[in-house]
């Protein structure tokens, strides 16, 4: 049969145009859209019954209340819990990630001993009764040769039941060396001791201040309770207060700001001497509170005719506009407008601590922030800063310490810090490599990841190396559990009973419940569990110290009557605390407020950081809430709110200022080696006219080297490898800023 | 007003966020990416690749230090009504995967419909659609977290916010069985304006006089993206500050702002 062209193209046209008005091609497309989807690794999650199971997070110190959804026992969604008093339902997108942590590839699922050379990786598995026998035997040696001191214990907090039940594990061992994770809390606690008399943690009535005067806190980057933070800029915005902060970035909380003061950074204290000095130069303090509940404002003549400068006297000389404006890189007239607004407001606050407070920071430049809010009366007032009371635990007996303890709790801290003090936990690594004093035998590490979080991590490392035995109780392969000789797995935070104490700054005394929103479903043991264990092995003094079946029990006779409170709402809350007015509150000698304590003597030079002048930049680490920088590492949904101006495949940026860029012939992407005192490491360009010229500023959070599974490790570098500590000349705490720093093309 | 579709009284589900409150914490982003499922790889700096059907972006109003400016304005799927429903990418899909609903103004994504032809994606004008690459992975045991009440998708599908549709289903099914005719305000809220720590987002019935974002959208302040191009959307947003009211379309530098009427 013959078919010419033009019946050809008819018929063609006349079979497509009948397909395509029949339903053949659609439901063609329709079933292959089905078809190519039914593979069987996408997974298909099984409905069942939902619940709500209410806890705290404790991934940072904020103690959020969590409601936790949850369908039959798997968890599905983690979501703020209303009515909880520090974040009424708000949370963070750390928080919103827990779930990733508690499935996550990076959880140890069972106690390890390390075979091969430290750091490479190589464990076996053991059983618990072999990790706490193998323990015990060690320390029961230590203890005979009465080297009980020897021990350290490194722990994420001071506070909580646990990090208690820990200390109290070294006391009656007989060990005086625990040590925490530092923070600005720790430089706090020594500006109320010696101003106010009283050793406590700050409490900001924010809430109710209507002029935030920030030194550098990251207020909306994690300062403080973080969530509770972010409801009180809300409030701040609503209620029209004014929040203006001095930083030498433009940070989110400078972006939100009502003005933001850029300021050379280090310089702090003599900004806040230099507001002083206006305040006092132009009577606007609050004479009441100066003139009768304070001590140290004005001079005097001592009995052997010694003139002592008073407060007064000394910002008066010392600290003009004109002066401060040199130091600072502040317009005189700008410190003058804001001096006259910071008195002038009804409740105005001053704070400090930088970026999230991480870093203890300059004691002088804390005493003079506090006196800033001394000067207008703001303390122990509403919308002030109070010292909260102290929240040990109540409900247990005294350690009865036998000889070997009491021996050992007389030998020195190994970091020359005084007993029961906050501890230097800077000055150890120098401690165990100088060689002088004794050396350390064992360390145990609790919710902590010091390896990655201290500065100098190479001399944190080099420090390690001397250490025999390192015992890491974490739950993640983090780099110090990495590096550690047996592994005995805590519980993730929502397998855990537990207390999150006081979060830092609220101003009401409150413990949040822990609950065990899941049954541990990993070979892991909850870490009070392992102490008592360890304690119970020991014998001895030491065991009658833990005289508890496990830890429920333990915990129960810690919470004593406020269990029931606990367990009914999640949370006890000291809503009977009463301020007590400026007759009662300080605890000074004089009973007054000391404006010049014998440890408060500023210069008004800035905060040395390290590095000569041919390290021509200055560096400074920020923190941001899109990268955990403590003892949790960012789980994936985290990481995927990374700003590619941040990270980059796994190259991360620093932040330059253009001219700066430009000075030193670089543009946006470049890499480069950026170069301090203490390390090097190739990094790449960001422009950003948010920072001031001369600094670079690199986010911390990045650059881990354990926490395998792809998602986070070896993405950009560690702010902490580049960046040493700088001792603080009267609390011996860092107060290192940042570090000098120097750029050239890779 | 509430409006009327052959005598059934329909909802315009949307939002109003205030970027005087937004910090930029995004808590949103996570919040969104738990709730529905969305996959995570192990590099997402390829912000072309990289799912996130909330995203926080970092405006600045292009000054020198120290006059720089920023800030974050957070953007889901914008539920662009156009004129009558024609949504941008509604109109382009050839396979009906995507529909504007008139009864809650939610423009809805079927992912079983879908065959990743990506026509919608090109036709979006706020990048608020994602394509599925690659199968997502969910490392050895992750997948126990995933919400039953969201499909998984895989390779070959666009993915794209809701305004959390599944919580509008369990609010309707719930109000039902309590024997109410409507949806409370607080009985459907999505994901993101839940967990939003500093209350920036707002989100509920546009056309409902007892909702919050009713009035809230009236603000003079109030301005919605690109809205010259005429893509009616839902996601109203509030600044006191002009340069970020700029941002939110391309204005010519004499240009002043103007509100689109349609």
């Known amino acids: ?746 | 007003m509430k409006q009327e579709h052959g005598g059934v009284v329909t909802q315009k589900y949307g939002m109003v966020v205030d970027l005087d409150l937004c910090t930029g914490c995004g808590s949103c982003m996570v919040a969104c990416m738990a709730e529905n499922n969305v996959p995570f790889r192990e590099d997402e700096t390829d912000k072309l690749k990289s799912i996130t059907w909330m995203r926080v972006y970092k405006l600045t109003n292009g000054k020198h230090y120290p006059e720089t400016d920023i800030c974050y304005l957070p953007r889901p799927c914008q539920h662009c009504e156009g004129s009558h429903g024609h949504s941008p990418c509604v109109s382009v899909c050839p396979a009906t995967a995507t529909d504007y609903d008139n009864q809650t103004g939610i423009v809805s994504q079927i992912y079983t419909r879908c065959f990743g032809c990506r026509y919608c994606m090109g036709a979006c004008p706020y990048h608020a659609r994602y394509f599925n690459w690659y199968d997502p992975i969910w490392p050895e045991g992750m997948e126990r977290y995933l919400n039953p009440n969201v499909s998984p998708r895989m390779r070959g599908v666009v993915e794209k916010c809701s305004f959390c549709f599944h919580r509008y289903q369990a609010a309707k099914d719930k109000a039902h069985l309590d024997g109410q005719k409507e949806i409370d305000e607080d009985a459907y809220q999505t994901a993101c304006t839940q967990a939003c720590p500093a209350g920036a987002i707002t989100f509920g019935d546009l056309d409902n006089p007892n909702h919050a974002v009713h009035e809230l959208k009236k603000q003079p302040d109030a301005f919605r993206l690109l809205e010259r191009l005429g893509t009616n959307t839902k996601v109203y947003y509030v600044s006191s500050r002009e340069w970020v009211r700029r941002a939110g379309d391309n204005y010519l530098k004499s240009e002043g702002l103007k509100k689109a009427v349609l």
Not at chain 1, 259 to 271: D, K, N, V, Y
Not at chain 1, 542 to 566: H, I, S, Y
């Open chain 1, 1 to 746: 049969m013959k078919i010419d062209r033009r019946s050809f193209l008819s018929l063609g046209v006349g079979v497509a145009a009948g397909t395509a008005l029949s339903p053949l091609p659609w439901k063609l497309t329709d079933d292959l859209s089905i078809w190519t989807q039914n593979w069987p690794w996408t997974p298909v999650p099984e409905i069942g019954e939902s619940s709500f199971v209410n806890s705290v997070c404790t991934l940072c110190p904020g103690g959020c209340g969590i409601s936790v959804r949850k369908v039959e026992d798997r968890g599905i969604k983690i979501e703020g819990m209303k009515g909880h008093p520090v974040n009424q339902g708000g949370i963070c997108a750390l928080g919103l990630s827990g779930l990733q942590l508690l499935y996550g590839p990076t959880r140890i699922k069972t106690p390890l001993k390390r075979v091969g050379k430290r750091g490479d990786g190589q464990w076996a598995k053991i059983s618990w009764d072999e990790a706490i026998s193998e323990i015990t035997e060690k320390l029961d040696g230590l203890r005979i040769s009465g080297n009980s001191h020897t021990v350290a214990g490194i722990a994420g907090s001071r506070h909580g039941t646990v990090s208690q039940l820990f200390s109290r594990f070294l006391m009656a061992f007989g060990s005086p060396n625990f040590f925490h994770t530092p923070s600005i809390a720790d430089t706090y606690q020594l500006a109320l001791q010696y101003m106010n008399g009283v050793s406590a943690a700050p409490g900001f009535d924010l809430e109710n201040a209507d002029f935030i005067l920030s030194f550098g806190c990251g207020l909306l980057e994690g300062w403080g309770a973080p969530v509770r933070m972010f409801k009180a800029n809300t409030g701040w915005k609503k209620n029209r207060a004014r929040v203006i902060q001095i930083e030498s970035r433009l940070s989110c909380t400078a972006a939100k700001s009502d003005r933001w003061i850029a300021i050379i950074p280090g310089t702090e204290a003599a900004l806040a001497l230099g507001v002083a000095h206006v305040l006092i130069k132009e009577m606007l303090y609050n004479k009441d509170f100066v003139d009768n509940y304070a001590q140290g404002f004005e001079s005097f003549v001592t009995d052997n005719g010694e003139i002592k400068k008073g407060f007064k006297q000394t910002v008066l000389e010392e600290y003009s506009p004109e002066t401060v404006a040199r130091v600072t890189g502040i317009d005189p007239s700008a410190i003058i407008l804001l001096a006259r607004e910071f008195a002038n407001a009804k409740a105005p606050l001053a704070l400090c601590g930088k970026g999230q407070g991480k870093v203890p920071g300059s004691l002088s430049e804390a005493m003079s922030v506090h006196a800033l809010n001394a000067l207008v009366g703001s303390v122990n007032r509403k919308g002030g800063v109070f010292p909260m009371p102290a929240m040990e635990v109540q409900g247990w007996a005294e350690v009865g310490m036998d000889t070997i303890a009491s021996a050992g709790m007389n030998q020195p801290r190994i970091d020359g810090a005084p007993p029961n003090s906050p501890g230097c936990i800077n000055q150890l690594p120098s401690a165990i490599l100088s060689g002088k004093g004794y050396p350390l035998n064992v360390l145990f590490v609790l919710e902590s990841n010091p390896l990655y979080t201290m500065a100098d991590s190479k001399t944190v490392k080099d420090a390690f190396d001397k250490i025999p035995f390192v015992v890491s109780l974490s739950s993640f392969m983090d780099e110090t559990a990495q590096y550690a000789d047996i592994v005995m797995p805590n519980h993730i935070y929502l397998e855990r009973l537990e207390d999150a104490p006081t979060p830092m700054g609220y101003n009401k005394s409150i413990i949040s419940l822990s609950k065990p929103v899941f049954k541990p479903r990993l070979n892991t043991k909850h870490a009070g569990d392992t102490l008592i264990l360890l304690a119970k092995g020991l014998g001895g003094g030491v065991a009658e110290a833990f005289p508890w079946k496990n830890f429920e029990a333990c915990f129960e006779q810690a919470m004593g009557d406020k269990m029931k409170t606990l367990k009914k709402n999640g949370f006890w809350v000291d809503s009977d605390a009463v301020l007590p007015d400026w007759e009662s509150t300080f605890k000074t000698a004089s009973g007054k407020f000391q404006f010049a304590p014998a440890e408060f003597s500023p210069g008004v030079a800035p905060v040395k950081i390290e590095g000569d002048s041919t390290f021509q930049l200055l560096l400074i680490p920020y923190e941001t809430m899109r990268l955990s920088c403590g003892y949790i590492a960012n789980p994936p949904f985290l990481t995927k709110t990374v700003e590619d101006t941040i990270l980059k495949q796994n190259d991360c940026f620093i932040e330059i200022n253009p001219k700066t860029a430009q000075s030193n012939q670089l543009t946006e992407g470049d890499v480069v080696v950026l170069q301090t005192p203490r390390g090097q490491a190739r990094v790449r360009v960001h422009l950003e006219e948010g920072i001031m010229p001369g600094m670079v500023a690199l986010p911390r959070g990045l650059g881990h080297t354990a926490h395998g599974g792809g998602y986070i490790a070896n993405k950009g570098i560690n702010a902490n490898r580049l960046i040493g500590p700088v001792q603080d000349p009267v609390s011996g705490m860092d107060a290192a800023w940042g570090i000098r720093a120097k750029l050239s093309k890779a």
